[in-house]
């Protein structure tokens, strides 16, 4: 009968290293062999090792230096790369973890593997924040690694102080030059202060009152920053003001078209209104109106605007040149006043004559229409005897 021919077992995937732990994997799922098992097991290693296997076996044993965050140990081991002998150590990374030589590096014999842990910095630096991850393991060693100069500045806590895997929170104030304008002179201090405030004290400077600076206050002093000292004083203006009148107007039909007559004079009122005064390095700013009160109320012009039509023709003067007498009187003129302020108007009535014409107020404050008009009605009255100079131009 024929024997089949034994096929041979596949060599496992991953090469000798997986081909040991995938042994170790086993050797830990299987159950305890028997006794005399057990008894055969060193005497076959050692026919394997007189059989030869001792030099590839002692080949695979390498010699390295471990170190993970600066303690270093040696260690013999069978792992082909770096992240093999991480594995078999049991040491996880991260992103934020720096590893030196590279994972997928290969390993001999004598080779030296670093690991560091990344470790979260909330660092806040001259005022700003933020979060960084750093592989250093105090903060002096962060401050370099972040290339943060030290001299001078404030340390939220010791450079010496460990930053550990959960982190640190540092705040970090450098040494700035700030320069200030006070009272005349210029100072310029070095400062790692965290206020304005605090670098006017540190120059030496005093507010007092309601002084303050040309920046807020509270803000943080930047290097190279150049900053006023206001020197502020205050104080209170009591003024008395006017309030000027509204001017009411009222239709009157009694009134010919574009007749106006003040029936009431206007009366400013009166208020009293407080201001607060405010100098600045001895320079007055313009007053701020914080109060007031009202004294006397003003009394409202009340003006008659005349609504009634003006008649254009008077019986017996349409026919006349009115026009040519106008322009001989007062130049065609319908507000012209004579030098003496006696007559006026297109016809130079005096206030008399122009009232009993039944004018109101002066001749020269009314419509060119109205004088006309009423300048026809005295030529009916009196013909052009009122006009001695210029009545003849009447009949040209």
């Known amino acids: ?36 098992l057990r008894r055969l097991v060193p005497q076959a290693l050692v026919v394997a090792f007189l059989a030869g296997g001792t030099s590839a076996f002692v080949a695979s044993d390498k010699a390295v230096r471990l170190s993970v965050d600066g303690v270093p140990r040696t260690m ?26 590279g994972p997928n590096a290969a390993l001999a014999s004598g080779d030296e593997v670093v690991l560091r842990y990344g470790r979260p910095l909330t660092l806040t630096l001259d005022g700003s924040r933020r979060q960084v991850w750093t592989t250093a393991r105090t903060v002096e060693e962060a401050l370099r690694q972040f290339g943060v100069r030290a001299e001078g500045a404030y ?29 005349g ?36 002093p930047r290097d190279g920053q150049t900053i006023t000292v206001m020197r502020i004083t205050s104080g209170r203006e009591v003024r008395e003001e006017p309030i000027p009148y509204e001017v009411e107007r009222v239709e009157d039909p009694s009134l010919f078209t574009g007749t106006e007559v003040v ?8 208020r009293r209104v407080t ?29 008659k605007v005349g609504t009634k039509p003006m008649p254009t023709s008077v019986a ?70 009122p006009w001695p100079h210029c009545g003849r131009r009447l009949y040209r």
Not at 176 to 182: L, Y
Not at 324 to 353: H, I, K, M, W
């Open 155 to 183: 340390l939220s806590v010791s450079r010496s102080s460990p930053i550990s895997r959960r982190g640190l929170a540092l705040d970090v104030r450098t040494e700035r030059t700030v320069t200030f304008m006070a009272d």
């Open 275 to 303: 201001y607060a005064l405010r100098t600045v390095n001895g320079v007055r700013q313009e007053p701020r109106r914080i109060d007031e009160e009202v004294v006397r109320e003003p009394v409202d012009r009340l003006v």
């Open 185 to 220: 002179r210029e100072r310029t201090v070095r400062t790692n202060a965290a206020t304005v405030r605090e670098a006017v004290e540190q120059a030496g400077i005093t507010l007092s009152g309601q002084d303050t600076t040309s920046v807020p206050p509270g803000s943080f």
């Open 316 to 385: 017996g003067a349409d026919h006349l040149d009115w026009n040519a007498l106008a322009q001989c009187e007062s130049g065609g003129r319908p507000d012209a006043v004579d030098a003496s302020g006696t007559y006026g108007g297109l016809y130079q009535f005096d206030p008399g004559t122009w009232r009993s014409l039944g004018g109101t107020g002066v001749a020269q404050d009314a419509p060119a229409a109205e004088q006309t008009y009423r300048a026809k009605k005295l030529y009916v009255q009196r013909g052009a005897s």
């Open 1 to 36: 009968m024929d024997i089949p021919a034994r096929v041979p077992t596949p060599a496992p995937v991953g090469g000798r290293a997986e081909a040991r732990r995938a042994a170790r994997r086993r050797k830990a799922a299987s159950p305890a062999a028997p006794e005399g």
């Open 263 to 270: 029936e009431r004079q206007g009366q400013q009122g009166s």
């Open 76 to 101: 013999h081991t069978f792992a082909d790369d770096v992240s093999e002998l991480l594995a078999d150590e049991g040491l996880n990374v991260g992103e934020h973890d720096l590893v030196a030589p």
